[in-house]
Nanobody
Framework: VQLQASGGGLVQPGGSLRLSCTTS????????MSWYRQAPGKQREWVAT???????TYAGSAKGRFTISRDSAENTMYLQMSSLKSEDTAAYYC?????????WGQGTQVTVSS
């Protein structure tokens, strides 16, 4: 199973980015999907999760600024990020839990800087 994350880049404080995580696997529609991030020198931390039915939960740092969503027709999960801050700078990873296994995508780098 491969997960492909994309959409990272350099953005100014207060700006927005949308991350995508795509898989070709048919298990996507029933999988629990999440975003994590890891800043340099820090542990990987959970950002948000969306269930197969579309229910979402967020870390406190993401609540109100980030929106997680999914499109089962495209086997793609998104993370819409707005009001970005320098402390959001990190590599962002997608995670899929399905068929009793956990799968990780490669990271996509988000840098928030003026």
């Amino acid at each position: 199973v491969q997960l492909q994350a994309s959409g990272g880049g350099l953005v100014q404080p207060g700006g927005s980015l949308r991350l995508s995580c795509t898989t070709s696997e048919g298990i996507f529609s029933t999988a629990i999907m999440s975003w994590y991030r890891q800043a340099p020198g820090k542990q990987r931390e959970w950002v948000a999760t969306i269930s197969s039915s579309g229910d979402s939960t967020y870390a406190g740092s993401a609540k109100g600024r980030f929106t997680i969503s999914r499109d089962s027709a495209e086997n793609t999960m998104y993370l819409q990020m707005s009001s970005l801050k320098s402390e959001d700078t990190a590599a962002y990873y997608c995670k899929m839990i399905g068929r009793g296994s956990i799968y990780w995508g490669q990271g996509t780098q988000v840098t928030v800087s003026s």
